[in-house]
Structures are given as structure tokens and as C-alpha cells.
């Protein structure tokens, strides 16, 4: 009888809550017919965000990549970069009538563009 050669430990379940959000966020918009997934329907359209294949496939690729480099799937780093623009982006949405106009201000200020002010500031939109 041939034994399996064993590949590992099992992952940790901060892994598996990291990998599951990874899923969850950027696996519909692979699956979806069109190629894209909007998160968050409920808000108005203006406010939306729409997570498209390309952009998933970019997003998963560089979580293996962080992976293979470091072993963590996301990054374990705190960056202050980050929050900062994250605070000016609720600060500047606030005053502006639509999410877009208010990353483009934020990426006048930040010298980002606006695809990567939406990776940056995603979950401060709410």
C-alpha cells in the first residue's frame, strides 16, 4: 500500500478567515457570467463599487504572491499611508456629492489613481 506524502500543516484559522474573505470578495466577480460583481447593491449606484475579473484576478495573484514570499495571504504590515488616506477619503466624501469625485480629490492629494484609491479606501466607503 503506497503512503501519501504529507505536504504541510494544515493551514491556521486566521489563514482560512484571510483566504475565505479573499473568496468571498473577488470569487463572484470570476465566476459571474459578465466578469464583474458589484459589493455592495444596496448603496446607492453612484456608490457602488463593481469588482471585475481582471481586477480579482490581479488581487488573488498578488495574495499567492504575498504568500509564496512571506506565507501570510494577506499583508500583515500596518501602513500608515493607508490610514491616513483612508481618513481623508471620509473627510473629502463627505463634502462632494458623488464616491468618484471624491477619489479623484483624494488622488489629487494622494497622487494615486483612482482604481488604486478604491483598493485603498474600499472599506471606508460605508
Not at 463599487?49 to 504568500?67: D, K, M, N, P
Amino acid at each position: 500500500m503506497a503512503h501519501k506524502k504529507s505536504l504541510g500543516r494544515k493551514a491556521s484559522d486566521e489563514a482560512r478567515r484571510a483566504a475565505q474573505e479573499l473568496v468571498d470578495t473577488y470569487g463572484p466577480a470570476l465566476s459571474s457570467p459578465d466578469g464583474q460583481y458589484c459589493i455592495n447593491p444596496s448603496d446607492l449606484p453612484e456608490d457602488q463599487t463593481v469588482v471585475t475579473a481582471e481586477q480579482a484576478a490581479h488581487a488573488l495573484l498578488e495574495a499567492l504572491t504575498l504568500l509564496a514570499s512571506t506565507g501570510w495571504l494577506v499583508d500583515t504590515t500596518v501602513s500608515l499611508d493607508r490610514f491616513v488616506m483612508r481618513e481623508d477619503y471620509q473627510s473629502i466624501r463627505k463634502k462632494t456629492q458623488t464616491t468618484k469625485e471624491a477619489l479623484e480629490e483624494l488622488g489629487k492629494k494622494h497622487h494615486r489613481s483612482v482604481r488604486d484609491l478604491q483598493r485603498q479606501v474600499g472599506s471606508a466607503k460605508r
